[in-house]
């Protein structure tokens, strides 16, 4: 793939609906925190130097993530409480309090929620697929990235 065909795929990533915007949230200062902060050490995280690390969950398409953590329905509240507390919210969790001020959570939250957006199709927070949409599909809903 191309350089200027990876930086438009970037920049569709950007701007995410409505319903996942974070109040206060700055995507470009939560790309810094992230960094960081060393999520790295431990996420796969498009846009992310050096974030390559499978120890947890990749966040790859975060956007269009229905559910957080296995527990909590995708959304700027329960990922902001996430990113603050996650011992708090899912006690003996593998991912560490990281000791995020409530401005950095916000901004790395919208970031998060950059990474995907723009896309055509989005899997409403914390709806599961209907009885018989899980079959083949002729348009699937995680796309290969150059697709
Ligand atoms: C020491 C490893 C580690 C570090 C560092 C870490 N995480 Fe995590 N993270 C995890 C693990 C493990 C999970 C899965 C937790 C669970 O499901 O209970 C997780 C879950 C998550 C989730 C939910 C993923 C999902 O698929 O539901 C998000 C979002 C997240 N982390 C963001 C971050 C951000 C942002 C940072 C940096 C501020 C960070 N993490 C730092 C290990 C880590």
Same mark, same amino acid.
């Given at each position: ?20 915007? /974070? ?9 810094? /925190? ?9 996420? /796969? ?77 989005? /899997? ?24």
């Amino acid at each position: 793939m191309t350089l200027p065909l990876l930086l438009a795929l970037a920049a569709c990533d950007a701007e995410p609906p409505p319903e996942l915007r /974070v109040a206060g949230g700055d995507a470009a200062a939560g790309r810094v /925190v992230v960094g960081e902060r060393g999520c790295g050490a431990c996420h /796969v995280i498009p846009g992310v130097r050096g974030a390559v690390s499978w120890a947890g969950p990749p966040l790859e398409e975060w956007s269009r993530r229905g559910w957080l953590a296995g527990r909590f329905p995708n959304r700027p509240d329960t990922l902001v409480a996430w990113l603050l507390d996650p011992q708090a919210m899912s006690p003996g969790t593998a991912m560490p309090n990281l000791g995020l001020t409530e401005a950095e959570a916000r901004d790395a939250a919208a970031f998060l929620f950059s990474i995907g957006a723009g896309r055509a199709e989005r /899997v409403p927070a914390g709806m599961p697929l209907a009885p018989g949409d899980g079959g083949p599909r002729p348009d699937p809903r995680i796309r290969p990235r150059d697709g």
